[in-house]
């Protein structure tokens, strides 16, 4: 399984185990990923927001950049 299935099955179960509140995803230590990561989180925020609750992110450099590539704004901003 890939680390973003990993991430993805995580935090779907986070998401399950509290099902109230704001989600802040802190991912300043992650230094490379592809579209599929902008595509999840994305996904994930947009699965959070109709339960309505919040997604912000913390973002390393790399992540901000791939979000900027892929002409998408980045969830919470």
Do not use: I, N, Y
């Not at 990993?6 to 802190?26: I, K, S």
């Not at 599929?36 to 973002?59: E, I, N, P, Y």
Request: glycine share 10%; charged share 20%.
């Amino acid at each position: 399984m890939s680390r973003l299935g990993e991430l993805q099955g995580e935090l779907l179960d986070f998401a399950r185990r509290h099902p109230e509140g704001p989600v802040h995803l802190d991912l300043t230590a992650v230094d490379r990923g592809d579209v599929g990561l902008v595509q999840f989180l994305v996904s994930f925020q947009a699965s959070m927001s109709a339960k309505g609750r919040s997604l912000t992110l913390a973002l390393s450099d790399s992540v901000e950049q791939l979000f900027q590539r892929a002409g998408v704004v980045v969830p919470g901003r």
